[in-house]
């Protein structure tokens, strides 16, 4: 699925969804979406039926119902969110018990962050009722007092719940703690603690030794933020109470000109329960490093935008390089190991210096190369690095065989198949 904002003319652009057929490794035009300036989509269940969320950031966000059997939206079932300037969602289910602790019902949220450039949209909490596998209502429960959001993020701790709010100015990013429902549905949310941010732009939160709040911003420092019991700590200083000693840690990884970027791939794939499976990856145009665990270095990369995991296998796409790097995870010392012909490398890629490897060396070991051929219009981008340019997500199938990869630059998704004599 596609999330469309833009087509360089016009806001009012469908929103795509393809169908891959893995026999062929072709994508084929299944579903449009009606949107205006669609920034996210976000699945969710309820009641063991799957639904989808559309945000746009200039018109009328919407819920769907997903056809299971004819695999697409269905468009005649769409519920409207009345949330201007969405920016992005989180979905969430909290119970209803009773006096004698009891569910009695389970209730679902989606909380949207909203911003405009004025600031004076304000994020919100909405209610999503379905009636079996339709959807029904989205009733607004809450409004927040936080304008010029980025994202949002919801996590539980302790069996409690709570939002994070990054907002994309200089004022702080706000943790909230929300209540368990009453029997209709509302909840009370609370201020919990200021985040010390500036321009924040992207919110993530991982366990490893400890629970972590990871926050981009845009022109400073990635913050590692841990969580003490009750609130997020930054690092550690000679001005610290000894009770907020846990501390977290700053990722330097932004020169000040360029947005760094984060992103985290959930623990995925087959192996034993002992090993570690979750990665961050922070950087910005200028450089990166690879992280296991939320703390440990294992590798760098210039020009990091996406991240996806299929087991002990990563790919990471680097947009100076205009390729899709991979490494491998050593299951006994955790450590990644960059693979070289387990990538997937441009044109443009080829005519500079990858890391220790040479042209000569990538062209005598066989890399595999995306082979278009490209349409005549794309001669120019072919030579530029095309489809690697610009690349915003990737992801790979479920039974590692694939990788895809979404370009912003280059209006291209690209499908590439992984070989196993490559690893």
Not at 150 to 165: D, K, M, N, P
Not at 197 to 221: M, R
Not at 244 to 259: I, K, P, V
């Amino acid at each position: 699925f596609a999330a469309n904002f833009w087509d360089g003319l016009r806001r009012e652009v469908d929103s795509v969804l393809y169908d891959f057929d893995a026999t062929t490794d072709l994508l084929a035009f299944r579903q449009a979406l009606p949107a205006v300036g669609a920034k996210v989509w976000k699945s969710f269940e309820m009641g063991g039926h799957d639904f989808i969320a559309v945000l746009s950031y200039l018109g009328a966000s919407t819920v769907y119902r997903w056809d299971s059997v004819g695999r697409m939206v269905d468009l005649g079932s769409a519920v409207v969110v009345n949330a201007s300037g969405a920016v992005d969602v989180e979905h969430w289910a909290m119970p209803y018990l009773d006096a004698n602790g009891t569910e009695i019902e389970t209730f679902h949220y989606l909380a949207v962050a909203s911003s405009n450039p004025d600031g004076t949209t304000l994020s919100s909490i909405y209610r999503i009722t379905a009636d079996d596998s339709y959807p029904r209502t989205a009733t607004l429960v809450h409004t927040l007092p936080v304008a010029r959001a980025r994202a949002v993020l919801h996590f539980i701790q302790g069996g409690a719940s709570y939002l994070v709010l990054a907002l994309n100015s200089t004022l702080p990013s706000l943790l909230f703690s929300v209540s368990a429902p009453d029997a209709s549905g509302f909840v009370e949310v609370s201020e919990v603690q200021s985040l010390q941010t500036e321009y924040a732009v992207a919110l993530d939160y991982v366990e490893s030794v400890a629970p972590y709040l990871l926050v981009t911003q845009k022109d400073g420092a990635t913050l590692l933020l841990r969580w003490d019991g009750h609130r997020f700590q930054g690092p550690t200083t000679t001005l610290t109470r000894p009770k907020d000693a846990a501390g977290g840690q700053d990722l330097l990884a932004s020169d000040g000109s360029s947005s760094a970027r984060l992103f985290r791939v959930n623990r995925t794939g087959s192996g034993s329960g002992s090993e570690r499976k979750d990665y961050i990856l922070v950087g910005n145009s200028d450089g990166a490093a690879l992280l296991q665990g939320g703390l440990d270095d294992v590798e760098a990369l210039a020009g990091p935008s996406a991240l996806a995991l299929n087991g002990s296998r990563v790919w990471v796409a680097s947009r100076r390089a205009c390729a899709i790097l991979a490494f491998q995870r050593d299951t006994v010392s955790g450590r990644l190991i960059w693979t070289r012909l387990g990538g997937y490398y441009s044109n443009l890629t080829l005519a500079q210096h990858l890391r220790d490897a040479t042209v000569e060396d990538l062209r005598g070991e066989g890399v595999s190369l995306y082979s278009g051929p490209p349409a005549e219009h794309e001669q120019d981008l072919w030579r530029f690095g095309y489809p690697l340019q610009g690349v915003e997500s990737l992801a790979v199938s479920p039974d590692g065989t694939r990788v895809f990869a979404a370009s912003s630059v280059d209006h291209a998704l690209a499908v590439f198949t992984v070989h196993p004599s490559t690893w």
